[in-house]
């Protein structure tokens, strides 16, 4: 993720078409209510780039919801949804939800 000129990593602990869960680094002084870029590599020609507002916070966890994501970023969300849910029904749900 990255804020101003700070840069860090932080633990995916799930993702969806609405956001993401992470486990934030620990002492780490930032304004929550900024939005953030994050970017996520899920190989080495294959990532999903991002801008996020941090939705909700406590100590073991930050709330992240999507609010700019381009086209190839968003498809290979969407891939990796599909690739990793019981469920396609509630993927096409959520799809259908985003407009």
Same mark, same amino acid.
């Given at each position: 993720?990255? !804020?101003?000129? #700070? ?8 993702? /969806?078409? =609405?956001?993401?869960?992470? #486990? *934030? ?7 929550? /209510? =900024? *939005? ?7 190989? #080495? ?11 909700? !916070? /406590?100590?073991?966890?930050?709330? &992240? =919801?999507? %609010?700019?994501?381009?086209?190839? !970023? ?8 599909? &690739? ?9 749900? #959520? %799809? /259908?939800? &985003?407009?």
């Amino acid at each position: 993720m990255q !804020s101003g000129h #700070e840069e860090w990593s932080c633990n995916l602990l799930d993702i /969806s078409l =609405k956001g993401m869960l992470v #486990e *934030p680094p620990e002492n780490l002084d930032i304004d929550l /209510s =900024k *939005p953030c870029g994050m970017a996520l590599f899920l190989g #080495e020609d294959i990532s999903i780039h991002a801008r996020v507002n941090i939705i909700r !916070s /406590s100590d073991d966890n930050w709330g &992240l =919801k999507w %609010l700019q994501i381009d086209v190839n !970023s968003l498809q290979h969300l969407r891939r990796l949804i599909e &690739l990793n849910t019981n469920n396609p029904a509630m993927l096409m749900r #959520e %799809l /259908s939800e &985003l407009g």
